[in-house]
């Protein structure tokens, strides 16, 4: 079983800054997909970015339209865990943000990942 725990999620001003950690139980997390999505009040919960499985070959990485140019994901197979680098942080991004798993190719489809995290809260004022 795997479990996936998010943290750096906070109150940010208009413009700022965020990194997001999900670290991996699992003893084979190189071998997994990871994801992020997040979920706003009163909205379906949205894909934000992905990144491929790899044991050293390049990773593949696909954004949402929304944060290209302003997210990256990234991935530490010593750590066991994924980042997800946010920059330019604008009131819209506000919503919970959950770190997810799956053993298979690159996706951006939710229902394709077997594995969610909690969830952490971010939060952006304008």
């Known amino acids: 079983q795997v479990q996936l725990v998010e943290s750096g999620g906070g109150l940010v001003q208009a413009g700022g800054s965020l990194t997001l950690s999900c670290a991996h139980s699992?003893?084979?997390?190189?071998?997994?997909?990871m994801g992020w999505f997040r979920q706003a009040p009163g909205k379906e919960r949205e894909f934000v970015a992905t990144?491929?499985?790899?044991?050293?070959?390049?990773?593949?990485?696909s954004y949402a339209d929304s944060v290209v140019g302003r997210f990256t994901i990234s991935r530490d197979n010593a750590k066991n865990t994924v980042y997800l680098r946010m920059n330019s942080l604008q009131p819209e991004d506000t919503a919970v943000y959950y770190c997810?798993?799956?053993?298979?190719?690159?996706?951006?489809?939710?229902?394709?990942?077997?594995?969610w995290g909690q969830g952490t809260q971010v939060t952006v004022s304008s």
């Open positions: 990144i491929s499985w790899s044991t050293g070959s390049p990773y593949y990485v």
């Open positions: 997810a798993a799956q053993s298979g190719k690159l996706t951006t489809a939710p229902y394709e990942f077997s594995y």
């Open positions: 699992g003893r084979t997390f190189s071998t997994y997909t």
